[in-house]
């Protein structure tokens, strides 16, 4: 299995953009994809997820009313269309797919495949 993220870059604050995540050798329908980001000297966390299935989506509160995640079964892609961005977005933006349910799903163990990371800059 292989995580490709994708379209990262450097941004003004308030710009937007759309990261992608195509996979190999996973259909990303019957997971939970998740997004994670990490900052220099900080944790990794959680930003968002969409379920399998019905597409049931969860968001982080930093992150509510200005990201979007979604999935396109036939091109086995999920997106997160980045909004109003600001300089404390400013991360590596990982995706990940698992097994995780609801209460697993803002968890790093909720999640066993992990794409290698694509850099977001937000200048201020």
């Known amino acids: 299995v292989q995580l490709q993220a994708s379209g990262g870059g450097l941004v003004q604050a308030g710009g937007s953009l759309r990261l992608s995540c195509a996979a190999a050798?996973?259909?990303?329908?019957?997971?939970?994809t998740g997004w994670f980001r990490q900052a220099p000297g900080e944790e990794r966390e959680f930003v968002a997820a969409?379920?399998?299935?019905?597409?049931?989506?969860y968001y982080a509160d930093s992150v509510k009313g200005r990201f979007a995640v979604s999935r396109d079964n036939a091109k086995n892609t999920v997106y997160l269309q980045m909004n109003s961005l600001k300089p404390e977005d400013t991360a590596v933006y990982y995706c990940?797919?698992?097994?995780?349910?609801?209460?697993?799903?803002?968890?790093?163990?909720?999640?066993?495949?992990w794409g290698q990371g694509t850099e977001v800059t937000v200048s201020s």
């Open positions: 050798g996973l259909t990303f329908s019957g997971y939970t």
């Open positions: 969409i379920r399998p299935n019905g597409g049931t989506t």
């Open positions: 990940a797919a698992g097994r995780a349910i609801v209460s697993t799903l803002a968890t790093i163990r909720g999640y066993n495949h």
